[in-house]
Nanobody, 122 residues
């Protein structure tokens, strides 16, 4: 079973950038497809980006973040990243890292981190 810990969230202004990190432990990181989800107040949790097991594998992006967000992974460091550029107030949410056993970037996802808050002011 893998444990996930996110970091890198914070308060930024519109147009700024942030990089989220998710460090994994307790499992074989390279076996898992990894994803970043977000949940804004009053909204359902949504998949923002996913990346398959290989460091150069398939990726998925939700339409509103395409061209602004980039997901990547370093299997040697057991870490997945989400580089977020040109942030908008509507990106404000708690961001969660997740791991999927079955391998599909669309999910389902089996393990979750505790989340990190991202707040974008206008």
């Amino acid at each position: 079973q893998v444990q996930l810990v996110e970091s890198g969230g914070g308060l930024v202004q519109a147009g700024d950038s942030l990089r989220l990190s998710c460090a994994a432990s307790g499992g074989t990181f390279s076996w898992y497809t990894m994803g970043w989800f977000r949940q804004a107040p009053g909204k359902e949790r949504e998949l923002v980006a996913g990346i398959s097991r290989s460091s150069v594998g398939n990726t998925y992006y939700e339409d509103t973040v395409k061209g602004r967000f980039t997901i990547s992974r370093d299997n040697a460091k057991k870490t997945v990243y989400l580089q977020m550029n040109s942030l908008k107030p509507e990106d404000t949410a708690v961001y969660y890292c997740a791991a999927a056993v079955l391998g599909r970037v669309e999910g389902p996802y089996d393990y979750w981190g505790q989340g990190t808050q991202v707040t974008v002011s206008s």
